[in-house]
């Protein structure tokens, strides 16, 4: 069944009121029903379709409005799905159903028993509002009222029989979707089973009894396979973040950012890093981990001399084995050099050039000396005991290692820390060459409750030692990035957007840790939508730990966007994201290319049994290459994610399926059984 492709039901969402009309900022609804739409996405765990939001409007209580609006998502786009909010009370002005009903083909009287129904239990004051449903051409329409809380109890209480219906108006065969699972469907919408009928019907929403964020099945970027939607990535003005200067009663009560899996949140960052610049480098030291931005061609030869490969002497190779005088002396050195007749030799060290006329080089222990000045200090005439030479032997020819106008690297070529590629640009003189630009990141710490790690006075209740901001600046300066420290921001909108600001004037990349989850202080995600109309590509991803990752971009300029990464405060979470995801995005704009802009993986075996969690987890672990070669794991203990102590000696993390990808089969790895690791740090030997 999940071999089935992803179908698209789009929804539109069409909030009627004149307040909203006339200050979008006093809108609640497109928020709140952007949340359910997303819960709803999140809860599907098979993928046969997917809601995904086209359009959202926010009209007057206009009678003419609603129904253009209507005509148009019906008639010309064809919406699966339009939801209204509004105008469905008793007051002059409410003429939402008699807008709605007036376009209908079908009404739908199911629906509205079932969200007066569900409203009835919650309050009584449900009987006041006057709902309609029904089916315009290929589309459902829904009407809401107006206040958010009513809304998301009606909508809710109809969104997983919705795709079923949705799917028939526009004269889908909607089998697909519920194939196998409407008994399921049935239990999680509420409704008693109508028996026979659809008995051959499987699922639309797996069962399994875990909470919804964590039994997402989702893939870890890691190979597993998963049956997750696609990421729905932020439209046009659409806004899930809490209000910055909300109340805590208003925030979000479960999450509006769909949970996306890491492989999908590696596909988003990806798409969204801006393009990486060009700057000219010096080639010294300081080159390391540069990406070549033009293919680079030998400025000279080498040798750029008839160079002897040997200690010995320099001879005319077709003169043969006999005594000859020795006329000149070539060291290793610059200088003019005599030539050779055939009949003489010359003394020469390795890596001197040949007198001209010389054709070929005799090692020192095929000769012997054959006479030397009185004094003993010098040779006259040496033996040549070698016989058969032939032309240059023992000689490198000019240009024989590479010649001028030879390419030498290749475009998208990285500068290693080995470096052969430095030796090589310098061997031809090359000084200066074009490489991508290396990004510079700031870290930010953020939380009322964080203080400097080197502050020399005991902690009060609640402080908390900043371990974010060392940890992620030494490994960015390890890893070759030039790394600016941006402090700690307190838990408030002004300060934030005030280091933000200066960040990203400095800074191509900016991390920030804490304040991404669902506290009431968690600022950074509305500070990036609302103060500086950031798109956040991902709010979360499913894994363990890590799961509040977001990645967002910021515009700076008319075409230009800066990558922010909110990693989650927790120490654990934050240095696992930052090599996952922040790293690829760094290689990525520093101009690494395909796979190299990943970490490397291996199949490693694991020492000890490993319980899985419901989420992907990457678990810490030290990774050794044992005596046979092969590679073994070792947990590094307790994983909470606020454990730090799991970064102890880390140099691998171990992509271990959710609970939710394996299904009830396991439970746990046992100690002998290989896993994938993604590999963080240096290997070590044992047994050497
Ligand atoms: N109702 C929910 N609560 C939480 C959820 C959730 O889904 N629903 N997610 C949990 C998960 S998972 C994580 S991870 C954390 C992430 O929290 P935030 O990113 O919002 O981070 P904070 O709340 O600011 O801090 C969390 C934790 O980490 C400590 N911290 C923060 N910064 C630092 C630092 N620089 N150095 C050391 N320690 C730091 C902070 O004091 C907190 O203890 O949210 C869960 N909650
Ligand atoms: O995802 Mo959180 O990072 O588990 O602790
Ligand atoms: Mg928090």
């Keep these: 069944m999940s071999s089935t492709t992803t179908k698209e039901l789009t929804v539109g969402l069409l909030i009627v009121s004149d307040t909203a009309a006339a200050d979008h900022a006093t809108d609640r609804a497109i928020d709140t029903l952007t949340a359910v739409i997303a819960e709803a996405n999140a809860q599907i765990h098979n993928n046969s379709y997917e809601w995904l939001i086209e359009e959202r409007r926010i009209i007057p209580d206009d009678k003419d409005k609603i129904q253009e609006k209507i005509k148009d998502w019906c008639d010309n786009k064809a919406l699966s799905l339009i939801v209204t909010t509004g105008g469905t009370g008793f007051a002059k002005r409410d003429v939402t159903p008699e807008a709605v009903s007036e376009m209908l083909d079908k009404t739908a009287s199911g629906l509205v028993h079932g969200m007066l129904a569900s409203s009835l239990k919650i309050t009584p004051f449900a009987i006041m509002s006057r709902p309609v449903a029904g089916v315009r051409g290929d589309t459902v329409i829904v009407t809401l009222p107006g206040s958010p809380k009513g809304a998301k109890e009606n909508l809710e209480s109809i969104i997983k029989l919705l795709p079923h219906a949705c799917i ?12 196998g699972g409407m008994k399921q469907l049935e239990k999680e919408a509420g409704v008693a089973s109508s028996g026979g009928v659809h008995d051959h019907h499987s699922h639309l929403y797996e069962s399994g009894g875990l909470a919804s964020d964590d039994a997402a099945g989702m893939t870890s970027g890691c190979g597993h396979h998963h049956h997750a939607p696609t990421p729905r990535t932020q439209q046009d003005g659409e806004l899930r973040s809490n209000d910055l200067t909300g109340d805590v009663t208003q925030r979000h009560r479960s999450s509006p950012y769909p949970m996306v899996s890491v492989k999908e949140a590696h596909k988003l960052v990806a798409q969204k890093i801006p ?3 060009v700057v000219k480098k010096k080639v010294d030291a300081g080159l390391v981990g540069y990406i070549l931005a033009e293919d680079v061609r030998a400025k000279e030869s080498v040798p750029a001399f008839r160079a002897s490969i040997v200690d010995g002497y320099a001879v005319v190779h077709t003169d043969g084995v006999g005594i000859y005088p020795v006329v000149g002396v070539s060291h290793a050195a610059p200088g003019e050099m005599k030539p050779l007749e055939a009949g003489q030799i010359a003394r020469i060290t390795t890596g001197a050039p040949l007198p001209p006329g010389a054709t070929a080089v005799v090692m020192v222990e095929d000769t012997r000396i054959a006479k030397a000045t009185e004094d003993g200090t010098e040779e006259l005439e040496i033996e040549i005991l070698a016989s058969g030479l032939t032309e240059l032997e023992n000689v490198r020819e000019v240009g024989s290692d590479m010649k001028t106008g030879d390419l030498l690297l290749r475009k998208g070529a990285e500068i290693t820390a080995v470096g052969g590629e430095i030796g090589l640009l310098a061997s031809v003189g090359i000084v200066e060459i074009e490489v991508y630009k290396k990004p510079v990141v700031g870290v930010l710490s953020t939380g009322d409750e964080i203080v400097p790690h080197d502050r020399d006075e005991a902690l009060k209740v609640g402080e908390v030692r900043d371990s974010n901001r060392p940890t992620l600046l030494a490994a960015i300066n390890a890893r070759g990035y030039e790394a600016v420290d941006l402090g700690i921001a307190k838990d408030q909108p002004g300060t934030l957007e005030d280091v933000l600001k200066d960040a990203l004037s400095k800074v191509d990349v900016i991390i920030t ?8 202080k968690d600022l950074l995600k509305p500070t990036i939508e609302r103060t500086f109309n950031g798109t956040i590509h991902f709010g979360r991803v499913a894994m363990k730990p ?13 075409n230009a966007s800066k990558p922010i990464f909110s990693l989650p405060g927790n120490p654990a ?4 994201t930052f090599h996952l995801f922040v ?3 760094l290689r990525q704009l520093a101009g690494y290319i395909g796979d190299d802009i990943h970490l490397a993986k291996a199949l490693v075996v694991v020492e000890q049994d490993l319980v899985l969690d419901p989420r ?8 050794r290459i044992d005596k046979s070669g092969g590679l073994v794991a070792r947990s590094t203990g307790g994983q909470r994610s606020s454990r730090i102590g799991s970064m102890e000696a880390a140099n691998a993390l171990l992509c271990l399926p959710g609970l939710s990808e394996v299904g009830d089969k396991r439970t746990r790895i046992p100690r002998g059984d290989k896993v994938e690791a ?6 070590k030997v044992s047994g050497f």
């Excluded at 840790?513 to 009431?520: A, I, N, P, R």
């Excluded at 979470?573 to 696992?576: G, H, I, K």
């Design 573 to 576: 979470s934050a240095t696992v």
């Design 275 to 277: 393009a990486s610049e």
């Design 513 to 520: 840790t804490g304040g991404v989850s669902m506290g009431e």
């Design 583 to 585: 790293l690829p995005a």
């Design 546 to 558: 890590g799961k509040p990752t977001t990645f967002a971009t910021i515009p700076v300029g008319a």
């Design 678 to 683: 993604l590999i963080i740090g240096e290997l």
């Design 168 to 179: 028939q108006a526009a004269g889908g065969d909607s089998r697909v979707i519920h194939s």
């Design 616 to 623: 992907p987890e990457y678990h810490r672990a030290a990774i």
